[in-house]
T-cell receptor
């Protein structure tokens, strides 16, 4: 069974600084997607960034980038120039495409951006 | 383009009662998935509906059931509510095709069972 692990329950960063959130996953599949979702206090899960497993190039979205290490099954998220609005729970997630599109979430990292 | 909408936003029920939660999927999406998120945890997959049929199920008992309608909206029904069913229930829609780009989530329904 696939699992997603986030070893940092809580993190904090000064505004305008850079922070990296860690994620590891376990799967025997080769066809999958990885995601980082943000969940602010409004509760809505917002897609931050997406990585396709067959792509070696790391995905980037403005201030957000990932370090995808397929052999190590590692998928970290780097947030540059942190802003107060980045304060939220961040979930690493794995999409299993073997039979149906079930997304498996990690336990989350609570990120606080300090002014 | 409309997003995913869920109703109600909050709900309080008594143990043993039944509840129905509703979800309207994003325009252009044909698949709806439901997740249970207990306080302080990541969401757990309940089931997915595609073409009005259950397309996959997580580790949830049969008292959790669902429906998908021709307009791709969906319902989650929970019978014989237990205290542990208290959680945030998230609906997510997606397009089932050759390439899947992930889900669009609603803001959830907060269910409290007393």
């Amino acid at each position: 069974a696939q699992t997603v692990t986030q070893s940092q329950p809580e993190m904090s960063v000064q505004e305008a600084e850079t922070v990296t959130l860690s994620c590891t996953y376990d799967t025997s599949e080769s066809n999958y997607y990885l995601f980082w979702y943000k969940q602010p206090p409004s509760r809505q899960m917002i897609l931050v960034i997406r990585q396709e497993a067959y792509k070696q190039q790391n995905a980037t979205e403005n201030r957000f980038s990932v370090n995808f290490q397929k052999a190590a099954k590692s998928f970290s998220l780097k947030i540059s120039d942190s802003q107060l609005g980045d304060t939220a729970m961040y979930f690493c997630a794995f999409l299993d495409k073997t039979s149906y599109d079930k997304v498996i979430f990690g336990p989350g990292t609570s990120l606080s951006v300090i002014p | 383009e409309t997003g995913v909408t869920q109703s109600p936003t909050h709900l309080i029920k008594t143990r043993g009662q039944q509840v129905t939660l509703r979800c309207s999927s994003q325009s252009g999406h044909n698949t709806v998935s439901w997740y249970q998120q207990a306080l302080g945890q990541g969401p757990q997959f309940i089931f997915q509906y595609y073409r009005e049929e259950e397309n996959g199920r997580g580790n949830f008992p049969p008292r959790f059931s669902g429906l998908q309608f021709p307009n791709y909206s969906s319902e989650l029904n929970v019978n014989a509510l237990e205290l542990d069913d208290s959680a945030l229930y998230l609906c997510a829609s997606s397009f089932m095709g050759r390439r899947t780009y992930g889900y669009t989530f609603g803001s959830g329904t907060r269910l409290t069972v007393v």
